[in-house]
């Protein structure tokens, strides 16, 4: 299955004042991944209006494996773990950039493909197809 | 001049790893003030969306003179100083809960009136009424 | 169990360009509710410094149910829902303040507590009496 | 004089309900593109902690010219205004990343010199080398 890869650096609005990234913070890193991907993938936010396509969060686990710190070089790893009719679960990864072993946190996110009513609606297929090939 | 009080605390989302609130965040202090403060005078977000008048920023002075920490209480001061037709000025503060002399950051807040377009309009009376008083 | 009700409101700050709020910041709610609990309890963050006692936050999951708005009155409910010898995990729900029925997002978070160097050590005896009570 | 270019994308994270960039967030974009500075300069975060330099900001001044959107590629130029003993002047923007002639966002920044105990202190001669060349 594809995956993604989205190189970023963590920034002081990143941190809280335990010296590491605040923990809510990783939710964003992801789904700037994500939305990056989708611009790659040419079928980015603009698009997504044309067609009546928007998503919206279902729900999210997430794993916290250990701290990231401002400055620090890290990656989001994003892959499709399913792919459903009107939904689709990412598996996704922070880890370092340089120790690409070193995984800081771990998350589980499921999407749901919805209308500008936020009304449940069937992925578009030429989307499927991106993210499935 | 009227003046409204908005008591809050400080939390660990607000902070950067410098052990701080991070300085954007006293932007997110002094429009959450003036938007309960909105609220308290019966012109909140559902009746300005009622009748198409919404604010946008122009322009923000911000003088950082002490930095706050996570849990402590504070107050933010909001007043109008200047009311034109289609812009208003607002003079915020925030300062300790306890000792109200210790100003921690202070701010000139220029807010235009605009319509769901984000085209300029005149302020409606009423809430002129309301502010001016 | 005990549990712990925080009444707040949602900000403009809290949400997103689709009109909601943004999926991340309900874990800033969750995390206020429960930085206020302690307060409460008189185990807030000073008291936490002089003990040597931090928290970190090991997982969470999170449902969202039905999206907040900007200007809404909600709650964070939160309960213990099981306290281990160096970590406790929290049932946590967002909820509509006048619609107390109205689930509008739900988590289950773990914390591990641990010392200034972020190293995992026993909850205190004291804290568990207060939460355990 | 100098000036150091930051490319970025815009992301569902920094927008509100009006559809547009939530104003604090421009103070993070021009944070973001100082830090960057100063890692391209080999004078990033880790180097500022061995040589016990930290900043501070004094001020801000913000003038917002054009609203930015979700997804949006910009940048943000960043220039030394002025360099004085224990603080200096940035004059930064935010501008569309194809049409360098619009200017969205205008700031100008002042920052202090402090030790790791927020005292004031000079700014040392290598960086203001760097920074002045």
Not at 15 to 39: M, P, Q
Not at 76 to 85: A, G
């Amino acid at each position: 299955m594809k995956e993604f890869i989205f190189p970023m650096r963590i920034y002081i609005d990143d941190t809280d004042c335990y010296g590491i990234v605040y923990h809510a913070n990783y939710l964003k890193f992801f789904e700037r991944a994500r939305s990056e991907w989708s611009e790659q993938l040419d079928y980015g936010l603009l698009k997504q209006q044309e067609q009546n396509v928007f998503f919206t969060i279902c729900s999210a686990k997430l794993d916290y494996l250990k701290p990231a710190r401002a400055h620090q070089l890290v990656e989001v790893v994003t892959r499709i773990k399913e792919l459903r009719h009107a939904s689709l679960i990412y598996d996704q990864c922070l880890r370092e950039a340089t120790t690409t072993d070193t995984i800081l946190c771990r998350a589980e996110i499921k999407v749901a493909c919805v209308d500008k009513n936020l009304r449940p609606r069937k992925l578009p297929k030429d989307l499927i197809q991106l993210l499935g090939e």
